[in-house]
């Protein structure tokens, strides 16, 4: 097949010169029609948005959800502490109770005062024989 | 009253798309006023029907509407993805108006007897466009995105699914069948001195 001559050329690209001049344009009615697509599918994920965020602010998370199991706020903060005094005794070992309990009540106070471990004279003190 | 610039005129297709996402409606102006026409014209090209056109490129902007929240930045380019949408929906109406599809149907042959007598229109314009209309589908396709919508042939094999070389092709026999079918209308057109 035959390519298109110089003249033929010349001619379709006056052709298609004058076609792009005289392109169809959309009618006012279409673009507005385009328009209000375009503003429904808008508010229509805009709403969706709005949905999802209001979803989400009713209902609490899991984190939230164990928070209020475990009493609030106030009952875990005791939690965290408690946890953590039961992290240090560990730590130091029933052995170094004495210097512990000296660090928590003050060197004033010496570990021979604080006798965890009651004694016969204690018993003996509360009336309780320990033997018969 | 004082009127705000629009300063948006000078923003990217993709700027744009990603501010109508976030519910600007003046950037939904905007895309409208530069894309609707590109798809209202491929379309009305490609059908030579006006409410045709007009429905095929209502659709193709509805569809770039709800593909905006989910758009992925430099994947493609807005034109380009909105000609390729408009172009695949004027495709399917052509196959609806035949009943067969376009590879079953298979281009006919490029200079078909009989499409000179069919030219009735007095102008140039009017002229290309009963010939396009002869023109077997992917011809004319390859022809309007090439030579009136001014597009490259990487952009046009990317809308049409196709190597640069068969965008080559097409539009090279695009041309001829053109060439051909307006050939007796030369002095009609202008012409005559050639």
């Known amino acids: 097949m035959t390519k298109t001559n110089a003249n033929e050329e010349r001619m379709l690209e006056d052709i298609f010169a004058a076609a792009r001049r005289e392109a169809p344009e959309p009618s006012p009615a279409l673009m507005a029609r385009i328009l209000a697509d375009a503003e429904a599918v808008q508010a229509a994920d805009t709403a969706q948005r709005a949905a999802t965020i209001r979803r989400n602010s009713r209902r609490p998370g899991l984190f939230a959800s164990a928070i209020t199991a475990l009493g609030g706020w106030g009952a875990v903060g005791g939690l965290a502490a408690a946890t953590l005094a039961g992290v240090w005794i560990g730590f130091t070992g029933m052995g170094a109770l004495g210097s512990t309990a000296a660090g928590l009540w003050g060197a004033a106070e010496s570990a021979a005062t604080v006798d965890l471990i009651p004694g016969e004279a204690d018993f003996a003190a509360l009336g309780i024989g320990l033997e018969g | ?194």
């Not at chain 2, 030579?147 to 695009?174: D, F, K, Q, Y």
């Open chain 2, 1 to 194: 009253m004082y009127k705000v610039p629009d300063m948006l005129s000078g923003a990217t297709d993709e700027a744009l798309l990603v501010l109508y996402a976030q519910g600007d409606g003046e950037a939904a102006r905007v895309l409208t006023e530069r894309l609707a026409p590109l798809a209202f014209r491929l379309a009305r090209r490609m059908l030579g029907d006006e409410a045709e056109a007009e429905d095929v490129a209502q659709e193709a902007m509805l569809r770039l509407w709800q593909a905006a929240g989910s758009w992925r930045a430099g994947e493609a380019k807005v034109s380009t993805w909105l000609y390729r949408v408009a172009s695949n929906l004027a495709t399917d109406r052509l196959r609806r108006r035949r009943g067969v599809g376009l590879d079953a149907a298979g281009d006919p042959e490029d200079e078909r007897p009989g499409v000179v007598q069919e030219l009735i229109a007095a102008d140039r314009a009017a002229a290309l466009e009963t010939a396009l209309m002869a023109l077997p589908d992917r011809q004319r396709q390859a022809v309007v995105l090439r030579h009136l919508e001014g597009l490259s042939n990487p952009e046009i094999a990317e809308i049409m699914g196709l190597g640069v070389e068969a965008v080559e092709s097409l539009t090279a026999r695009g041309k001829r069948a053109l060439a051909a079918a307006l050939a007796g209308r030369r002095e009609e057109l202008g012409y005559g001195d050639d």
